[in-house]
């Protein structure tokens, strides 16, 4: 099957999308299939055959529709997130303009800004893409709900881009060193960017108050962090708090570097202000990487996250619920272990070959509705 894949991101630009567009394409192409990709300037891959456009306004998409008349494909496949076309409207408007089979991969159907008052016409413009598709794919529970009017349609999950890491003793104790931890410390993690919707200043509450009750918690951020008021905001609640001393940041790292910090800390928190979900890729990495796990309850029942067996899940917005989870925790290396298994298993619903076959038979199944 021939498959023409279309991204506004991939590697070496930064950005989620990309990453899963170059895996995935990767995947297809191990299991037989002839993949074709068309991405934004600047993007690389010696593996895979590349056609590039200057920029995703209007003379772009006229640039993609006649990519996709030449290398004639059995399905184009969008993956889709609005920033990763500089926001253009123009790309929401490309199933009218190609003739073969069309399918999105909507990566987050939340409302682009377009300019000030749009209105409705931010959730008409991303639901026209929708609609106009034959078949779309969503990577998570919440967008897969907005798309249920649709015929054709699925949830394909995102993978984890960071492969677990063997890591010694010596350097676990080593890296546990640098935050300061004693023997009996216990340590938490937060991976990813930080804003608003992760909930950390909920966590640093709950670290906060369990401190203040006698417990040894350490607190590693673990890869980059936001510039932004929310940040400088943090900032000073930190001081308030007096944790500096409780807290390290890692800045940038490498994959394997994210991976052996990940492995060094006995709890990974993500506290999602807005529930955990598919669509957090910093909860698939942890996953992936068979972590223990305590984050927010989801707020569209997901049904592979089961409390207790491979998530810890607590009220989202609530320091308590935050402290009382982590204080269940620290003491009970039976339930950390048991919690470290459950995620293990649950990673195989996130493999990228897994990933790569159910896209394949989608592919199919919408091709074979259009003849």
Same mark, same amino acid.
């Given at each position: 099957?021939?498959?023409?894949?279309?991204?506004?991101?991939?590697?070496p630009?930064?950005?989620?999308?990309?990453?899963?567009?170059?895996?995935?394409?990767?995947r297809?192409?191990?299991?037989?299939? #002839?993949?074709?990709?068309?991405?934004?300037?600047?993007?690389?891959?010696?593996?895979?055959?590349?056609?590039?456009?200057?920029?995703?306004?209007?003379?772009?998409?006229m640039?993609?529709?006649?990519?996709?008349?030449?290398?004639?494909?059995?399905?184009?496949?969008?993956?889709?997130?609005?920033?990763?076309?500089?926001? !253009?409207?123009?790309?929401?408007?490309? *199933?009218?303009?190609?003739?073969? *089979?069309? %399918?999105?991969?909507?990566?987050?159907?939340?409302? *682009?800004?377009?300019?000030?008052?749009?209105?409705?016409?931010?959730d008409?413009?991303?639901?026209?893409?929708?609609?106009?598709?034959?078949?779309? %794919? /969503?990577?998570?529970?919440?967008?897969?709900?907005?798309?249920?009017?649709?015929?054709?349609?699925?949830?394909?999950?995102?993978? /984890? !881009?960071i492969?677990?890491?063997?890591? !010694?003793?010596?350097?676990?104790?080593?890296?546990r060193?640098?935050?300061?931890?004693?023997?009996?410390?216990?340590?938490?993690?937060?991976?990813?960017?930080?804003?608003?919707?992760?909930?950390?200043?909920?966590?640093?509450?709950?670290?906060?108050?369990?401190?203040?009750?006698g417990? #040894?918690?350490?607190?590693?951020?673990?890869?980059?962090?936001?510039? /932004?008021?929310?940040?400088?905001?943090?900032?000073?609640?930190?001081?308030g708090?007096?944790?500096?001393?409780?807290?390290?940041?890692?800045?940038?790292?490498?994959?394997?570097?994210?991976?052996?910090?990940?492995?060094?800390?006995?709890?990974?928190?993500?506290?999602?202000?807005?529930?955990?979900s598919?669509?957090?890729? /910093?909860?698939?990495?942890?996953?992936?990487?068979?972590?223990?796990?305590?984050?927010?309850?989801?707020?569209?029942?997901?049904?592979?996250f089961?409390?207790?067996?491979?998530?810890?899940?607590?009220?989202?917005?609530?320091?308590?619920?935050?402290?009382?989870? %982590?204080?269940?925790?620290m003491?009970?290396?039976?339930?950390?272990?048991q919690?470290?298994?459950?995620?293990?298993?649950?990673?195989?619903?996130?493999?990228? #070959?897994?990933?790569?076959k159910?896209?394949? #038979?989608?592919?199919?199944?919408?091709?074979?509705?259009?003849?």
């Amino acid at each position: 099957m021939r498959v023409g894949m279309i991204s506004g991101e991939y590697p070496p630009m930064p950005g989620g999308v990309g990453d899963f567009t170059r895996k995935l394409a990767q995947r297809l192409r191990q299991q037989g299939h #002839d993949v074709q990709l068309l991405c934004g300037v600047g993007c690389q891959d010696d593996s895979l055959p590349i056609s590039t456009v200057a920029a995703w306004g209007m003379r772009g998409t006229m640039s993609a529709r006649a990519w996709v008349r030449r290398i004639q494909p059995d399905v184009v496949n969008l993956q889709f997130q609005t920033a990763a076309y500089a926001m !253009s409207p123009w790309v929401h408007f490309l *199933p009218r303009l190609i003739d073969s *089979p069309f %399918i999105t991969t909507f990566h987050d159907l939340r409302f *682009p800004y377009l300019f000030p008052k749009a209105g409705r016409l931010r959730d008409w413009i991303v639901m026209h893409l929708a609609r106009a598709s034959t078949g779309v %794919i /969503s990577t998570n529970q919440e967008d897969f709900a907005r798309l249920q009017a649709l015929p054709q349609r699925r949830i394909i999950p995102i993978g /984890s !881009s960071i492969a677990p890491q063997r890591l !010694s003793a010596a350097l676990r104790l080593q890296m546990r060193q640098e935050l300061g931890a004693q023997p009996g410390s216990f340590v938490l993690g937060h991976f990813g960017f930080v804003n608003e919707l992760k909930g950390i200043d909920y966590l640093l509450e709950a670290i906060a108050g369990l401190r203040r009750q006698g417990c #040894d918690l350490r607190l590693a951020f673990i890869g980059g962090s936001e510039e /932004s008021d929310y940040a400088s905001r943090l900032d000073a609640e930190i001081e308030g708090l007096g944790l500096g001393d409780a807290l390290h940041w890692t800045g940038y790292l490498d994959e394997s570097e994210v991976a052996a910090w990940l492995g060094a800390v006995d709890l990974v928190a993500l506290p999602f202000a807005d529930g955990a979900s598919y669509r957090r890729s /910093s909860l698939i990495a942890a996953i992936g990487l068979g972590c223990a796990i305590l984050t927010t309850q989801p707020a569209i029942a997901v049904p592979a996250f089961q409390h207790g067996d491979n998530l810890w899940l607590v009220e989202p917005r609530s320091g308590e619920a935050i402290a009382q989870g %982590i204080a269940a925790l620290m003491t009970d290396t039976e339930r950390i272990q048991q919690l470290r298994a459950g995620a293990s298993q649950l990673r195989s619903c996130f493999d990228w #070959d897994l990933i790569a076959k159910d896209s394949a #038979d989608f592919y199919r199944e919408v091709i074979g509705g259009r003849r």
